[in-house]
């Protein structure tokens, strides 16, 4: 009668919004770093597509020298290359602006990372052949549906500059964590451009076209663009890497906690290079003291930190965390603050109650 | 290939805390008035207890004129008493209070309902007799352990004054929706307290005792108590009765809507009387409109509410709910702050950008 699996405690996705879904990852209770697909977070802009696998054939067109339709089997018996990565929604932690800005209201867990095994974008356009115009390569998902700011129907499509689209570490991914990559974060395929924020590692991979102009869909030019501006468009720029950034996992925000030793523990990352150190403060940024951090051997990959705090006095304490790239980044104090709320990267912080 | 289980989406409990478990109901994405059991908030002060139901005997001494060891088939073979009752957790909310308040970081998802089944408190008291001298029930939960601000152990144990311990409604329950009691959520029995706060409904009975003098554990004289100064104790006064609430489910806080017709939608509740109206206010409280409501059959229950509202002009819109109950009492403009952050009910409001 008293069957074990009753105690059994797990964290679950954060739900933001179901229609589309976007759920966030409960990441303060994430301890591996490789999250399993169940909590890996789902952002979706539309619902979800209906595909048929049995003649999926991916059409590679535009500034090419030979268009081709290439078989699913085709592509998965092309060399492979697989690669850790994190991948991070532009909106993370857009709830923590202030004042706060219109849209998902995402915590601190739009953010997953695991490993990817797919066929690299390049392999893909060295077969097709690019002309000498190209200048982008746009890649179309199945997904589509209307905007609530524009009439038409629009399909979830990006574009990369070719520098980025030909990197050899860009993947048109069918595996996640050593699995068929699932259906809901992108299967049969699925692109995974490291160091870019999310909105760029499109999924369910529906068409591929190179091109000399740029596009101009507006999931490139509308969204995921930073407006310094709130009252109009002066200064906007796109969304392209992800900004240094760290996470205290432990402890909780609000907690509280006994006099006496604590470990305080996080993730850090950066779209610009390795996390060089990761500082902590338990004074609310008087003074810091420099984290352990694990070593990485994928600079595309959070790295962990944590730092044993001695909890002498009773008291409200501010434990910030701080992390610096090899770029030469650091979190800065205020988040840089844009129309649409996206690359929030403040230094973090929470606070705790000794008693 | 094309499994359609693949494309289900659903909510998940939202993780506040692992150890112990406190996760809440995803209560804006709740649409019936009997929660799953998967989705009922889970609320604890340690660790799940370990029981042995083969030999389940429940102690009823103290103030008794027999005491007795009643085997767990005898309480299920009384006349049973069938309820449908809401629970709210007294921490609801306690995340909306600014300047923050130490705690649990409860959103708006500490309450869920559904059907109890179980045998009234009063009835085992009938069988056991009660002295004249009785003025309390204290209930113990099997659940114990270290609290963060004393050094002995306490196993989770409430009182309530004889009056509410006798009232018919308050049950011992084996059975919620019509399935036996889940292990999380009490099983073998747990109290059922109608109209008070969640704190009341102790889960995992292990002992019934009838007392003549005040009960002074920690879960009744220093938790779950208003203190309305932050500095002294003046003024503390117990935690008892639900007060009159509403939360707005539709649209979700900060979202980015159409122009055109919305269905606002939410949930109102009391511990001191019925729901009589609950009024809308698209206009940061300007002006108020009735909203439709659900007819209750219990005036245990949550009723849902309903109010359409054409939103004619863009721009940034703040709406408000605000619910009146059969006592008199209305949801306040700004909550009742005391250090502890209980019983929040300040009129919910939420903010929509038409576009």
Not at 20 to 35: A, H, M, V
Not at 66 to 76: E, G, H, K, V
Not at 176 to 186: D, E
Not at 292 to 307: D, F, L, N, P
Request: some cysteine; glycine content about 6%; charged content about 20%.
């Amino acid at each position: 009668m008293a069957d074990p699996k009753h105690h059994v405690v797990k964290p679950y996705l954060v739900t933001r919004r179901l229609h589309p879904e976007n759920q966030e990852t409960p990441i303060q209770f994430i301890e591996n770093d490789r999250i399993q697909t169940s909590l890996f977070y789902r952002r979706n802009h539309f619902s979800y597509p209906n595909l048929t696998y049995s003649n999926y054939f991916l059409p590679i067109n535009g500034m090419v020298n030979t268009p081709l339709l290439i078989s699913l089997q085709s592509i998965l018996q092309l060399p492979s290359k697989t690669v850790e990565v994190v991948l991070e929604c532009s909106g993370n932690k857009r709830s923590l602006f202030e004042p706060k800005v219109f849209g998902e209201q995402w915590g601190k867990g739009a953010i997953s990372q695991g490993v990817w095994k797919g066929v690299p974008l390049r392999t893909l356009l060295e077969i097709s052949g690019i002309k000498e115009a190209a200048k982008e390569v746009v890649v179309e998902g199945y997904d589509f549906g209307k905007r609530t700011d524009l009439d038409k129907v629009f399909s979830y499509t990006r574009s990369l500059p070719l520098e980025k689209a030909i990197h050899p570490d860009t993947i048109i991914a069918y595996e996640y964590n050593k699995q068929p990559l699932s259906f809901k974060h992108g299967f049969p395929f699925r692109l995974i451009v490291p160091q870019w924020y999310g909105m760029a590692s499109v999924k369910w991979i529906k068409q591929i076209s190179v091109m000399a102009s740029p596009f101009n869909g507006p999931f490139q030019k509308i969204d995921y663009m930073y407006y310094p501006n709130l009252e109009n468009d002066d200064g906007a720029h796109p969304v392209t890497t992800i900004n240094v950034n760290s996470t205290i996992q432990k402890p909780l925000d609000m907690a509280k906690i006994n006099t006496g030793k604590h470990v305080i523990k996080g993730i850090a990352w950066s779209g610009k290079g390795n996390i060089t150190h990761v500082e902590i403060s338990t004074d609310n940024g008087h003074t810091w003291s420099k984290a352990q951090v694990s070593a990485s051997k994928s600079s595309y990959k959070w790295v962990s930190w944590s730092y044993e705090w001695n909890a002498v006095e009773k008291g409200i304490f501010s434990i910030l965390s701080k992390a610096t790239d090899s770029s030469g980044q650091t979190q800065p104090i205020k988040p840089y603050r844009n129309r649409n709320g996206y690359g929030y990267n403040a230094i973090d912080n929470i606070k705790v109650m000794v008693e």
